[in-house]
């Protein structure tokens, strides 16, 4: 496959396959890195800072949470273009404005019904997979591959199903076409991370194949979108419990089981089941404790411990549907084994140096243990003022003054005079600024600065934000009044022209 040749004659577009195969011999198998899962169709992404969900989210989200609406028209119209033999693109533009996810499923029913020659379907979708430059149209390529391939279509599935587009229809075709279906399948779950690893371990549901099994445990359930999704699969057809039993388990396993044990008492009553649905959960968790009390601590471990024990404080009137007394016992064991005084000791270490890569995670830790992290955490954002996250754990370390003049102090407060704007999700230092303008509610005439850039902000949250600071207040300066006065002149934003209408009207009488 060579991907010069992969293009259409007409207007010689970069197909998804010339793509994929650029990829491949940039970086390997996979997995990519983010940039190549751009596809070569992809609309630019507008930089206004409003919520954008890739067709790739989409499918993922819809595939798992919603109904698609069914679409007989367009079923009954590919289905004659395909028995009529209609030249292949003509069938590609006709399917680059369908829906695959919506039509696959009737589409092969169809197709089925009309008991059309396998070879021709073959032919059109390896023409549509190799050919295809509109992704809807590539995807139902995909899905006739499914219905009608051979093993010998396993080298372009894996290429084109590397691609997280396309991941969700690779894998069934996979699984359709390969005399090794489980290993197809776990071939290309490990050569992607985001919904493409969940649709790929999903179809991994109740394996025994070991490699795969002993995959699934040290971090095959791990994905870029929610380890909820996995980890109760890992957990059971990994056979969790029973590997835990290994009197010398590798350290891989311990922590692959931390993170599926955190993540399913975490995920009770999560998009997924829980750890009430896991029918080994309480022997799994005493083990996890046992093993990890002598084990090197690791922050990932103790981030493991620590979200275990928050979940387990928390009172259940099910207690998890366990026998009585098997919380308060795994809590008080997984408690005794936090008290070891290494785990605070690592935690402080992790935060000695303002310019460490995992500053954060250790900082989190640390503060979930109690630990005084004040000065490291100041330290840490005059380096880096633009972590949020930071800034909201100094709105509980820190007295509100001492705040405040740290933000007015590392934050770039006259980039942040941008001028009113409709975005609604802003840079770092946008959300760093909104952090600590919402604690100022409590402390009339404390951070005006503040105030004033976040009234002239592009942010529509942090306007409004800073609005509302004001108005909790019970006497507002004059030259703050003039602020929101001269922000309604400008303020593009309806609503909150409304509210500051009324603020000015209050603040008048």
């Not at 390997?28 to 206004?48: C, I, K, N, S, V």
């Not at 067709?55 to 007989?72: K, N, Q, Y």
């Not at 696959?104 to 997979?129: F, I, M, N, Q, V």
């Amino acid at each position: 496959m060579n991907p010069g040749t992969r293009k259409l004659s007409d207007d010689d577009r970069l197909t998804f396959l010339a793509h994929a195969i650029t990829m491949s011999s940039l970086y390997g198998f996979g997995p990519w890195p983010p940039h190549a899962q751009t596809l070569p169709d992809e609309p630019p992404r507008p930089d206004d800072g409003k919520p954008y969900f890739s067709s790739t989210v989409l499918d993922g989200i819809r595939s798992h949470h919603f109904s698609t609406e069914p679409a007989p028209d367009t079923v009954a119209e590919v289905a004659d273009l395909l028995q009529s033999g209609a030249p292949p693109d003509h069938l590609h533009d006709r399917l680059a404005s369908a829906s695959a996810l919506a039509i696959c499923d009737d589409l092969l029913r169809e197709l089925s019904r009309r008991s059309l020659p396998g070879k021709r379907l073959h032919e059109a979708g390896r023409w549509l997979a190799e050919y295809g430059t509109h992704r809807e149209a590539t995807k139902i390529g995909i899905v006739l591959l499914g219905a009608c391939g051979d093993p010998d279509d396993r080298e372009l599935l894996l290429l084109l199903g590397t691609l997280e587009e396309f991941t969700l229809y690779a894998v069934v075709a996979l699984l359709r076409t390969q005399p090794d279906r489980q290993r197809a399948v776990y071939e290309l779950a490990r050569r992607v991370t985001g919904w493409g690893r969940i649709h790929a371990v999903e179809r991994l549901k109740g394996c025994d194949d070991p490699e795969i099994k002993a995959w699934l445990l040290r971090g095959g359930y791990r994905n870029d979108i929610l380890a909820e999704y996995l980890a109760p699969l890992a957990a059971s057809t990994g056979d969790l419990y029973s590997a835990l039993l290994d009197p010398e388990p590798d350290e891989a396993l311990v922590d692959g089981a931390g993170g599926i044990l955190a993540t399913l008492v975490r995920g009770e009553g999560g998009p997924t089941t829980g750890i009430s649905a896991y029918a080994d959960g309480v022997p799994a968790l005493a083990r996890h404790a046992d093993l990890v009390a002598t084990r090197t601590a690791t922050i990932p471990r103790l981030d493991d411990l620590l979200t275990i024990v928050r979940c387990l404080r928390r009172p259940r009137s099910d207690e998890y549907g366990w026998a009585p007394g098997d919380r308060a016992a795994l809590l008080r064991r997984y408690e005794q084994v936090l008290e070891q005084p290494r785990w605070s000791e690592m935690a402080l270490a992790g935060v000695a140096d303002p310019d460490a890569a995992d500053f954060g995670w250790a900082a989190h830790c640390a503060s979930l243990l109690g630990l005084p992290i004040l000065a490291q955490v100041v330290a840490r954002l005059r380096l880096h003022p633009g972590d949020a996250y930071l800034w909201e754990e100094m709105t509980r370390l820190a007295e509100p003054a001492a705040l405040v003049a740290l933000a007015e102090e590392s934050l770039p407060l006259e980039n942040l005079d941008t001028g009113p704007g409709d975005r609604i999700f802003g840079s770092e230092h946008e959300r760093a600024l909104e952090c600590v303008v919402e604690t100022l509610k409590t402390h009339p005439g404390l951070g005006l600065p503040l105030i004033r850039t976040a009234l002239r902000n592009r942010g529509v949250r942090l306007r409004r934000r800073a609005l509302r600071v004001l108005d909790a207040w019970p006497d507002v300066p004059d030259e703050a009044v003039g602020w929101v006065r001269a922000a309604y002149e400008v303020e593009p934003d309806d609503e909150i022209r409304e509210e500051m209408r009324a603020f000015l009207g209050v603040t008048a009488r």
